[in-house]
Every structure is written in structure tokens, then in C-alpha cells.
């Protein structure tokens, strides 16, 4: 069986705490899948705004998800806190990816490592659009 790699940049620069909500547990009482993409979006949510950024606005343009690959490590469970590290790379001229790692902070064990890629978009015009300059400058430039 093949898998899937990713391979994250050195650094992740920005960090939050997120905790496994029951709401994220499936049947298998272990963080489902479709909720660590919900993790994600708030882990990136979070990051942007420390960089004075939103979805809606990201330095003069909205964003919007094209894709999505997550690489599961280990289950996570109700109550769990997570490290979710969070970095911007792969810019281009009218989107970047997205980069992630989920760690369980009571034993270190890697639980995911993500990549997102998203596109500037202007939602008026129902087409992407450029990336922002104010938005490269602050996010591809290590802090």
C-alpha cells in the first residue's frame, strides 16, 4: 500500500493549544478524521490573525481551500490537548499552501501533519485573484 508523505518546512512558527472536543470523537472514540480538518481551520484561523489577517480578508482578497491532505501518526482522544504548529509556504501568484503538525502534549506523539493549499479569491467576481503583497511580505518572510 502506498502512503502519502509530507515533508514540513524546518520551522512551523506559530503555535496553539487545541483541545479534543467530544463533538471530534467517532465511534471508534478516537479524534476522527473529518474533525482534524476542523482542528486545522482553527489552528490557521489563529495564525492569521496573529499576522493581522482573516479568510475574509487576507491583505485585500478572501481565501478559499483547494485541497486538503492529512497524514495520520497516532489517535487522539476526548480531553487530549494538542500542540498545533502552523507554517505558510510554496507561494505563488495567487495562493500558498498551508503547513501543520498536530502533537499530543502529554507524551509528545505526533498525531497528524497536514497541508493545505488556498488561493486568493475575490468572491464578488467568483474568481481568483493575486496574492496580496502586504500578505507575502508578512508570511514569507521567517519571524
Known amino acids: 500500500m502506498s502512503r502519502v508523505k509530507i515533508e514540513l518546512p524546518e520551522s512551523l512558527p506559530f503555535v496553539t493549544e487545541l483541545e479534543v472536543r467530544i463533538g471530534d470523537v467517532n465511534y471508534g472514540r478516537h479524534l ?33 481551500m483547494l485541497d486538503a491532505v492529512i497524514v495520520y501518526a497516532a489517535q487522539a482522544f476526548h480531553g487530549d490537548r494538542l500542540r498545533a ?12 499552501d498551508f503547513y501543520y503538525r498536530l502533537t499530543r502534549i502529554a507524551d509528545g506523539r505526533e498525531i497528524a501533519r ?26 514569507a518572510t521567517p519571524a
Open 32 to 64: 476522527g478524521n473529518d474533525a482534524v480538518l476542523g482542528l486545522l481551520h482553527e489552528a490557521r484561523l489563529r495564525f492569521l490573525k496573529q499576522n493581522g489577517f482573516t479568510e475574509e480578508n487576507a491583505g485585500g482578497a478572501a481565501m478559499i
Open 85 to 96: 504548529e502552523v507554517g505558510a509556504g510554496d507561494f505563488g501568484a495567487c495562493g500558498c
Open 114 to 139: 497536514a497541508k493545505t493549499a488556498l488561493a486568493f479569491f475575490d468572491y464578488a467576481a467568483h474568481r481568483i485573484a493575486r496574492m496580496p503583497a502586504e500578505f507575502k511580505a508578512r508570511l
